[in-house]
C-alpha cells in the first residue's frame, strides 16, 4: 500500500504534461515542466513525440501554452534572431519604397465598408480632392475605406500607397494602389511606423479598433511631442462625436488625464471640402504647399 502510494507521488514531468493537456480549458493551475525535461517548443511538439495523447488544441489554445514551455538561452537566441532580420527586412523595404514620395496623406476607415456606403464615396471623393490639391494618399491597402481612398487617388491620376498586412481573414490587396507603392507587412507595429512616418496628415473615417488603434497612436505620437503636430481629421460627426465626448467628460474633467488643449488635436466634420480645407489650411500657415 505504501509502496503504490509513492509511486503515485513521483510522477514525471511528461506525465504532468500529459494532465495537463488533457485538462486543457479545465481551469486548473497550469503546471511547468521540469527543466531537466527535453524542452518542447510547443504542445505540437509533444503530440508528435508521442507524449500527448489528448485531442488537437485550437491554434489559440496551442499560442497560449507555448508562453509556458520553458526554453534555453540557445532556443531564444535562434528563434529572436529569426524574427529581428524579419523586421528589418519590413523597415528597410518601407524605408525604400516611401522615402520619395512627397507629401501625402494618411486614410484610416473600415475594411468592412461597402462601396455604396455613404462614407465609402465620401472617402473616395477626399482621396480625389486631396490629389488635386497636391497630395499623395497612403492608406492600409485593403477593402473598403481604403480601398475607396486608393480609389480617389488611382482615378485623379495621383500616388496611391497601399500598406498592406498578412491576416487570416478580411484583408487582401485593393486594384487601385500604384505597383511600386505597395508594401506587405507581417508586423502591425512595422506597418504603423510607415502611416505616421510619411504622412504630412490624417484622415479619419469610420472605422473598428483598427482604425482607433491608428487614430489613438497619432494623437499620442502628436501629442508626446515625438512627431509634428500633423492635422488630424475626423470624417462623420455622429460617428465620432459620443466617443469625444466621453473624453471630454469623463478623461478630461473628471480623472484629469489629458489636458484641454489635447482635444484641439482633432478636428470632426462631416464634409469631404470641409477636410481637405484644414489641411490645406494647416499648411498654409506656414507657408507650405505640396512640391509635385
Not at 468592412?112 to 491597402?141: C, P, Q
Not at 473598428?208 to 497612436?217: A, I, N, P, S
Request: one cysteine or more.
Amino acid at each position: 500500500m505504501k509502496m503504490n502510494i509513492m509511486k503515485k507521488l513521483r510522477k514525471t514531468s511528461k506525465t504532468k504534461l500529459n494532465d495537463e493537456s488533457q485538462n486543457t480549458g479545465s481551469g486548473q493551475t497550469i503546471i511547468q515542466p521540469d527543466i531537466n525535461d527535453n524542452k518542447a517548443k510547443s504542445i505540437t511538439d509533444l503530440r508528435e513525440s508521442g507524449q500527448v495523447t489528448a485531442p488537437p488544441a485550437s491554434e489559440e489554445d496551442i499560442k497560449i501554452r507555448q508562453a509556458f514551455v520553458d526554453k534555453d538561452w540557445n532556443e531564444i537566441k535562434i528563434a529572436d534572431s529569426w524574427q529581428i532580420f524579419k523586421v528589418m527586412a519590413e523597415f528597410v523595404d518601407g524605408f525604400e519604397k516611401l522615402g520619395k514620395i512627397g507629401p501625402c496623406v494618411s486614410i484610416f476607415g473600415s475594411a468592412r465598408t461597402k462601396a455604396d456606403n455613404n462614407y465609402y464615396i465620401m472617402a473616395e471623393e477626399i482621396a480625389a480632392k486631396l490629389v488635386r490639391h497636391g497630395y499623395g494618399v497612403i492608406t492600409g491597402g485593403g477593402p473598403g475605406i481604403m480601398e475607396a481612398g486608393n480609389k480617389g487617388a488611382h482615378s485623379e491620376g495621383g500616388k496611391s500607397v497601399g500598406l498592406n498586412i498578412q491576416l487570416p481573414f478580411e484583408q487582401f490587396n485593393n486594384i487601385y494602389i500604384d505597383a511600386d507603392k505597395l508594401i506587405n507587412f507581417d508586423y502591425f507595429f512595422v506597418r504603423k511606423v510607415m502611416f505616421v512616418k510619411y504622412a504630412q496628415g490624417f484622415i479619419v473615417m469610420p472605422g473598428g479598433f483598427g482604425t482607433l488603434d491608428e487614430l489613438f497612436e497619432a494623437i499620442t505620437l502628436i501629442q508626446t511631442r515625438k512627431i509634428g503636430a500633423f492635422p488630424i481629421v475626423l470624417v462623420g460627426r455622429s460617428y465620432w462625436e459620443g466617443l469625444f465626448k466621453w473624453i471630454e467628460d469623463v478623461m478630461l474633467n473628471v480623472e484629469n488625464n489629458i489636458h484641454k488643449e489635447d482635444l484641439d488635436l482633432v478636428h470632426i466634420v462631416d464634409d469631404a471640402t470641409e477636410a481637405v480645407k484644414i489641411i490645406d489650411d494647416f499648411y498654409g500657415k506656414y507657408l507650405l504647399s505640396p512640391n509635385f
